[in-house]
T-cell receptor
């Protein structure tokens, strides 16, 4: 069974600092890895998706890397803003049935 | 991308009653999933609902408690039956993978059982 771990559980930084969020998974046989953002009481917004054959994906201030062999992904958020405050979830898709296994999330607070 | 709506957005229900949650997608999709997010927890998959076949449930979830319908390629329902306070959660539907390989989520239904 795929186990997904996210470290740290919570992070508080001053505005302008870069954020580094870590995700690890136990089974390297994955279809893809997706990073989501969740605001309190809301649904999930897809941020970045990395296919199993890719090493990196970028969108604006966000960059995600994937090292499948070591079971790790990192989400970098450059020049953080108070609007980046949210919970960030990492999810790994199974190659057989596309089911997502989620980490517990990292709750980010960016202080103005 | 896929745009997903859910009804109701929230509800407060009494113990022992049932609630049916609807999930509507703006395009035809093969695979739909139902997740539960208990307070302060991450998401847990309840079941996979593919059109034309019975839903498949994850360990710890049973059809009698969470019956699912998938009548066509754009719609699904999840019923939470004989509710107890432990069923208080956010229930989310998702679709995918889409042509962009992503999975997309609905806004969720926040259920409180008293």
């Amino acid at each position: 069974k795929q186990e997904v771990t996210q470290i740290p559980a919570a992070l508080s930084v001053p505005e302008g600092e870069n954020l580094v969020l870590n995700c690890s998974f136990t089974d390297s046989a994955i279809y893809n890895l997706q990073w989501f953002r969740q605001d309190p009481g809301k649904g999930l917004t897809s941020l970045l998706l990395i296919q199993s054959s890719q090493r990196e994906q970028t969108s604006g201030r966000l960059n995600a890397s994937l090292d499948k062999s070591s079971g790790r992904s990192t989400l970098y958020i450059a020049a953080s803003q108070p609007g980046d405050s949210a919970t960030y979830l990492c999810a790994v898709a199974s190659p057989n049935d596309y089911k997502l296994s989620f980490g517990a999330g990292t709750t980010v607070t960016v202080r103005a | 991308s896929a745009v997903i709506s859910q009804k109701p957005s929230r509800d407060i229900c009494q113990r022992g009653t049932s609630l049916t949650i609807q999930c509507q997608v703006d395009s035809q999709v093969t695979m739909m999933f139902w997740y539960r997010q208990q307070p302060g927890q991450s998401l847990t998959l309840i079941a996979t609902a593919n059109q034309g076949s019975e839903a498949t449930y994850e360990s710890g979830f049973v059809i009698d408690k969470f019956p699912i319908s998938r009548p066509n390629l754009t719609f699904s329902t999840l019923t939470v039956s004989n509710m107890s306070p432990e069923d208080s959660s956010i229930y989310l539907c998702s679709v995918g993978p889409t042509t962009s390989y992503e999975q997309y989520f609905g806004p969720g239904t926040r259920l409180t059982v008293t």
